[in-house]
């Protein structure tokens, strides 16, 4: 029949309107005689562009129809489809989704009839209802027919949207359960002998056992048979072995109607090459002595599904308790990471970016993400003991395991990537994991997601998105350090009775476990989102506060910043989730009281131990800016002291935690091996901050007194410590100021101005408050105390000609500019210079004069009852036995030697070395004794949270400094005997080098 050109104009519009990607071939088949009563029908044009191929619809109905056994049977498939609409929809979609299924219409014409019925309970049909459904098939030809037709509504329901991705794929494992049950009785009856003698279970795992099946899929099942009461256990198992392999067979064999799927039984003990049924005994002895680590893990998703359902139980209940002891193993979690690791790699490279399960941010990585939360923390939490993914997922982020962000993401991209895989799969009914290239395969399939603007950009812009959530959740989730923390733990150490509790806290080493007890009690009670978090954070944080000398203060600690922080949602997630945050954390709480305290009056710096560069020292010039924006914020000198405070506070803080850290190391990283280069990072740290903070308050000062301009150019010059950059957490800014006049500004006006900074300047940084002091120390400047607090250039200049002693070039060693006018800094050094490194070095006078003040000092300044073996300043080999030594070879020969003029100790001691000033084994002992001694008087701050120069008396603290340094408990003699042996190398290379 001819169609007029104006209607094929109208209607080809009309297609492309609706979706037809070839509108002429659909105008073909429409004018089709087995369409002839239905193609002037707007619903069913309509029904056809709602579809996700409307072509391939359009076909698929004129097979059908054109497959109708007689008229009648045609005429009521016709009038069915215009006047039922959830027939036009259910029929129409699957028609445009699945030319499998159109084909199984095409052989099977009178199976449209299946999808008639639209009632409540057709909606999400159970293993009863798919049994009813199979009850017809008699044997393996008729099964496969039966099951493709109970494929067909469940196709429908799943692409009309009457059911989601997770009914649907339970539906599939329901479907299955009644397929192996059909198979199974079709092999009983070809065998009643054999059915006699055994009882056979057949035990689900995988996707099926998970009620979480594809389309297409291998159904994967282990075997378990036992003998009927008085038969022969090994004619039982032989038996058994007949039945569940005919059973297979059933299943897998391609017929004239195809196949349905593949059993696999390959996840039984030994795989392929172990028996295909074993007895329930059989399978224990196996697990309790060979099984590895993945068996146990696919034993998650175990689940009986057909023959004897008391032995398939008695099955699941006997190795239900190994699966969730498994994280007990040794290297359990590694184990684990290394098995995902090795599929991705097994992937051809060519398909590893379209791998929609296995590849990098594929399913696989939802999976087994979850399975391994499960695996580590379903051991003491029964609500996580789900075979199902989504259903795992779900009682993980409610037991606070999972961040709630995190597992909704993770949710939304499961279920994509699963809708996408089915999409996939229902197609040709063939097992696939790719995404394809061809761009009609993507257009249907983001169709028939949904996307029907733009579907293939639509569609690779969400599977990208959603693969990388998933690949950045996957790697947040999967290799979170605290797993293996957690998992290392014995079950009774996660959940512990309270007597049970109190004597593991003594076995740990805690001093009071009945104040630790109400700590845990306090942080872990109730049933709020906050104590699930702490009941997964606290068994391991408590092992690591017991690694450090004293446990108590360390849990004591972490009470008091979960106090502070329990209302601030991102605290307990960064602890649970970021990288090594949580066992961080705990070696900073328990390894003293300096990062405590500031971490109590800035708790929200925990944030900087969930990220490696969060404890990295900041350069000098961001340090000074952020103080410098701060002050410029505040309203007054005070606030603008405050504000800077707080920016040191913080910025102390990590420093300390960065230090606390690297010497103690972590399960992950081990301890810093150079001490050196650690001493260099912390006195670099604290000085660069007290410049920046000095910085901020002449800002201020400056600002309040005189507003943009100072009547005088005025500088801070950093010595002894501060400018060898050198400076420990308790140290003293020394400092010199000097000021120059601004011209037409008369000397006293500017004299009165340059004072009158210092004074608010010190009184300033003296007022009250709760963090490390930060004293200005000016008494190296000409004439000491009662000499001027500030001096111009001149000044300075006529001092140093006149009346300068060889102890003041001395101490000008260690002078550099750090704060205020840049350029009258540099002259200043400029000026110093030939003061420090004199020309032709020093006559023997001034040598003696050194050596004079050097033993002058030892004999007057050394604390009364200090032991001079252990000061760690003055005693015997120590900070300034090192000091002098090296300082007197830069006097000596700075002016020749151009790597001496430097004002850090350890750089001068090298650079004597490379000019052969000094032999580089005593070199070596010198820089050994000198980190050292500096190593100590930081771990007294950091324990102490005062400055001392000696050990600690007390028992824990002196303990808490071997720690610090690296002993392990109990050996603080041993400690105490290194350190007098290390002094006691440096002291005989300073008799042999300064005083001869």
Known sequence: ?????????????????????????????????????????????????????????????????????????????????????????????????????????????????????????????????????????????????????????????????????????????????????????????????????????????????????????????IFVGEAVEGADEGKAVQAATRLASHMMRICSETTVEGTIWPVDANLRPEGRNGPLVRTLSSHLAYYQRWAKTWEFQALLKARPVAGDPELGQAYVDAVSPMVWQVAERENFVPDVQKMRKRVVDNIPVGEVERELKLGPGGLRDVEFAVQLLQLVHGRSDASLRSGTTLVALAALADGGYVGRVDAVQLDDAYRFLRTLEHRIQLYKLRRTHLIPEDEADLRRIGRSMGMRTEPITDLNRAWKRHTSVVRRLHEKLFYRPLLDAVAQLAPGEIRLSTEAARERLVALGYADPGAALRHLEALSSGVSRKA?????????????????????????????????????????????????????????????????????RAPEAVALLGDAQGLQPRPHAQLEQEVLAAVGRADGGEQAVVAARGVRRRELFRTCAADIIASYGTEDTPAVADQGALVDQVGGAVSDLTAATLAGTLRAVVRDGWGDTLPTRFAVIAMGRFGGHELGYGSDADVLFVH?????????????????????????????????????????????????????????????????????????????????DEDLGGAFIELIDPLRYPAEGLGDDAVREIRRLKARMESERLPRGADPTLHTKLGRGGLSDVEWTVQLLQLQHGWAEPGLRTTRTREALAAACAAGLIPAEDAAILDEAWVLATRVRNAVMLVRGRAGDTFPSDGRELGAVGRYLGYDPGHVGDMLDDYRRTTRRARAVVEDRFYQ
């Open 740 to 820: 120059e006049p601004r011209e037409g500004v008369p000397d006293q006006e500017a004299a009165e101005a340059a004072n009158k900074v210092v004074a608010e300047m010190r009184r300033l940084l003296a007022l009250p408050s709760a963090d490390p002091p930060l004293l200005i120390d000016a008494d190296l400047r000409p004439e000491g105390k009662s000499g001027p607090l500030v001096r111009t250039l001149k000044s300075y200049e006529a001092y140093y000609r006149r009346w300068s002693l060889v102890w003041e070039s001395q101490a000008l060693l260690r002078a550099q500019y750090v704060a205020g």
């Open 1 to 221: 029949m001819s169609v007029p050109q104006g209607r094929r104009s109208s209607t080809f519009t009309r297609l492309l309107r609706h979706g037809f990607t070839d509108p002429s071939g659909a105008e073909r088949l429409l004018d089709a005689e087995a369409l002839s009563a239905v193609r002037s029908d707007p619903l069913l044009l309509d029904a056809l562009g709602a579809t996700a191929d409307p072509d391939l619809a359009l076909l698929g109905l004129v097979r059908l129809v054109e497959a109708q056994p007689d008229p009648t049977a045609r005429r009521e498939l016709l009038d069915t489809l215009i006047t039922a609409k959830p027939l036009r929809d259910r029929l129409l979609g699957v028609l445009g989704a699945s030319e499998a299924l159109a084909d199984h219409l095409a052989r099977h014409s009178g199976d449209w009839r299946a999808l008639v019925t639209y009632e409540p309970s057709d909606l999400h049909p159970g293993v009863e209802e798919f049994e009813r459904g199979l009850a017809d098939a008699t044997d393996p030809v008729s099964l496969r027919v039966s099951y493709r037709r109970c494929l067909l509504s469940l196709a429908a329901r799943d692409v009309c949207g009457t059911t989601d991705i997770v009914e649907t794929a339970a539906e599939l494992a329901d479907l299955a359960t009644a397929t192996l049950r059909a198979a199974l009785a079709m092999a009983r009856a070809a065998a009643p002998a054999d059915a006699a003698l055994c009882r056979l279970a057949v035990i689900a795992m995988g996707k099926c056992g998970g009620h979480e099946l594809n389309y297409v899929s291998d159904v994967d099942v």
């Open 532 to 600: 699930a978090i702490q009941r997964t954070l606290l068994p391991v944080l408590l092992g690591w506060f017991a690694d450090s000398a004293d446990p108590d203060a360390g849990l004591l600690n972490f009470r008091k910043v979960s106090d502070a922080l329990g209302k601030t949602p991102w605290y307990l997630r960064l602890l649970r989730d970021e990288g090594a945050a949580a066992e961080n954390l705990a070696r900073v709480l328990s390894a003293g009281r300096l990062a405590p305290d500031l971490l109590m």
